[in-house]
């Protein structure tokens, strides 16, 4: 899913105010956690993630294959900060700004 400037930046708004759901570490991008996150986009449409330091795995890196594993697109990258979004199917509960 292709976003624009426009609803990107709504979706960036909305994730100042959420906490980081995931802490990925050390043992870096596992199967596990790729399941929990896909799981969790069951319950939320905007997840964040935080990349502890001691993760040797680059966070953009990370970022584009978790949205590839999980069918979500990638709102941001900031620093080892990672905010993914994916609607819901049926009822979606974050309206975006029109193309």
């Given at each position: 899913?292709?976003?624009?400037?426009?609803?990107?930046?709504?979706?960036?708004?909305?994730?100042?105010?959420?906490?980081?759901?995931?802490?990925?570490?050390?043992?870096?991008?596992?199967?596990?956690?790729?399941?929990?996150?896909?799981?969790?986009?069951?319950?939320?449409?905007?997840?964040?993630?935080?990349?502890?330091?001691?993760?040797?795995?680059?966070?953009?890196?990370?970022?584009?294959?978790?949205?590839?594993?999980?069918?979500?697109t990638v709102v941001q990258?900031?620093?080892?900060?990672?905010?993914?979004?994916?609607?819901?199917?049926?009822?979606?509960?974050?309206?975006?700004?029109?193309?």
């Open positions: 899913m292709e976003l624009t400037s426009k609803q990107r930046s709504h979706l960036k708004g909305l994730a100042m105010n959420i906490d980081a759901l995931f802490q990925i570490g050390k043992s870096n991008l596992t199967p596990e956690i790729t399941n929990a996150i896909n799981e969790v986009f069951n319950t939320h449409e905007l997840v964040k993630i935080t990349v502890l330091k001691n993760c040797t795995a680059d966070p953009k890196e990370m970022a584009n294959m978790l949205a590839d594993r999980t069918g979500s990258i900031i620093g080892k900060k990672i905010v993914l979004y994916k609607p819901f199917k049926d009822n979606p509960v974050i309206l975006l700004p029109r193309k």
